[in-house]
């Protein structure tokens, strides 16, 4: 018996002393190198360790008993110990800085605290039977007993973890998908016991109950896939074509930054109104938290293509308006255009011949911010010439200038039929254009009166020749 005393008191006096100062250096090392598993190695040496000594002490050296109260006090904390560090390490080891995609990053919190709860169960029972000499089978029944009552003045709290058990074998939603409860629409942030945790669009934590969750319809806006359709309706005039207007809000649609063109946008005639056509626009985005900022950007272009293409949205008159509303002349409007041509610099020049032609043939367009006037490979319809605003010339997606009041683009249109555009033109700012097509351009660079004119657009084109050729070389 004496010897075996000498055998733990070595132990304590050399072991203990060498271990913790191994450790200790380990622990030094590890945590300049920032690595995470210096957490187990801190609880082993001042947990594990030091409370392992003790029991050794008062049991293995001191002879006391092993039912005596501070000794079974202490391989209680001994254990204790063991199962906190156990359960650091095996968080460390599955879940700590999983890859994403992973099996590990994808489980849920509740399943996590499940898991954990049941280890500290496990090892409840070891010590309340190992060293507590406790009867589990009277433990669990008086268990059973109390929490009858517990059950009752709990119901509610108890109501929300039975729904978040449901919950984490269901999975109806993950963390990071967009869903809705009710009226409620957010992103889950964190899954518990008693709630989910939603992020709103407004950048508001939410936080709904799981029992409400088990009671109400939830649409999870990342199933099955990861994009969301958004539903959009508007309404033309009977006297716009509906293949037209189909054909305007198509390419509206698939130029609206945030749109997906692969699914690609739909667009479909759903009713004839009393006043009016409605449309359906179906546009497929992947980031539902942006769908507000995809609508604005939607409607906002539509207006102004709709102007180009001379389509009309009929608008509810609620009052008569008994004043009459005189409308301008088709002469009141050509003075009014010719008199807009003479304040253009770059057509100061022409003489009135011209003019006259240009307010009849020319066509006034206008173009919302960040809209594409022009895109890399399409083919010019004509000469464009800024009467205010202004836009970026990118080629491939690098800029190369800009177009300011009183300059052009689309020059090439000058040469043969059919040419396309070198980079692609894209507003800055809303602004408005002048469209010159074809042959009334051709008209006007014949006129031996139009050399000015010529020679600008001469050294504009070599310029941006120049600029595309460096930038592609």
Not at 113 to 129: K, Q
Not at 343 to 358: K, T, V, W
Request: glycine share 6%; aromatic share 8%.
């Amino acid at each position: 018996m004496r010897s075996n005393s000498l055998f733990w008191l070595f132990w304590v006096v050399i072991a203990f002393p060498i271990a913790m100062l191994v450790l200790g250096e380990i622990l030094v090392d590890m945590r300049a190198r920032g690595q995470k598993m210096a957490t187990v190695v801190e609880a082993t040496r001042n947990l594990i360790i030091p409370s392992a000594v003790i029991y050794i002490v008062l049991y293995k050296i001191m002879g006391r008993p092993h039912t005596g109260p501070l000794v079974r006090i202490s391989e209680t904390v001994m254990w204790i110990s063991i199962i906190f560090t156990a359960l650091t390490l095996l968080n460390l080891i599955l879940f700590e800085d999983a890859p994403e995609g992973s099996w590990q990053s994808k489980v849920p919190k509740i399943m996590l605290d499940a898991g954990r709860l049941f280890l500290v169960l496990v090892g409840t029972a070891i010590v309340l039977s190992r060293v507590w000499g406790q009867d589990l089978g009277s433990l669990v029944t008086a268990l059973g007993v109390g929490s009858l009552v517990i059950g009752l003045a709990l119901q509610d709290s108890l109501g929300n973890i039975f729904s978040g058990v449901v919950l984490l074998f269901e999975q109806p939603f993950k963390l990071g998908d967009w869903i809705q409860v009710g009226e409620t629409a957010g992103k889950v942030q964190e899954i518990t016991w008693r709630s989910v945790h939603l992020m709103t669009k407004a950048g508001n934590v939410v936080i709904v109950p799981n029992s409400e969750l088990s009671k109400n319809r939830v649409r999870n806006y990342d199933l099955p896939n990861n994009f969301h359709e958004l539903d959009l309706y508007l309404t033309f005039s009977y006297d716009d074509p509906p293949n037209k207007v189909k054909s305007v809000l198509y390419d509206v649609a698939i130029g609206t930054e945030g749109v997906l063109s692969d699914p690609p946008p739909f667009i479909k005639l759903v009713e004839y109104g009393d006043f009016n056509i409605k449309y359906l626009i179906g546009l497929y985005i992947k980031d539902f938290s942006i769908e507000l900022r995809i609508k604005d950007r939607f409607y906002t272009h539509i207006w102004y293509a709709s102007k180009r293409a001379a389509l009309t949205m009929p608008y509810p008159i609620s009052t008569q308006l008994q004043q009459e509303i005189i409308l301008p002349s088709a002469e009141e409007k050509a003075q009014q255009n010719r008199k807009s041509l003479r304040e253009i610099s770059l057509l100061a020049n022409l003489d009135n011949d011209l003019i006259e032609l240009l307010s009849r043939e020319a066509i006034w367009l206008d173009y919302a911010k960040d809209e594409v006037i022009v895109s890399e490979g399409e083919i010019l319809l004509g000469m464009y010439l800024m009467v205010f605003g202004s836009a970026i010339l990118t080629v491939t997606s690098q800029t190369i200038g800009q177009v300011a009041e009183g300059e052009f683009f689309g020059e090439k249109a000058t040469l043969l039929s059919h040419q396309v555009s070198d980079f692609s033109v894209k507003a800055i700012e809303d602004l408005r254009v002048l469209l010159i097509e074809q042959n009334t351009l051709r008209s006007i660079i014949e006129n031996p009166r139009s050399l000015t004119l010529i020679n600008q657009l001469g050294e504009s084109m070599e310029l941006r020749r120049r600029l595309i050729k460096g930038l592609k070389s």
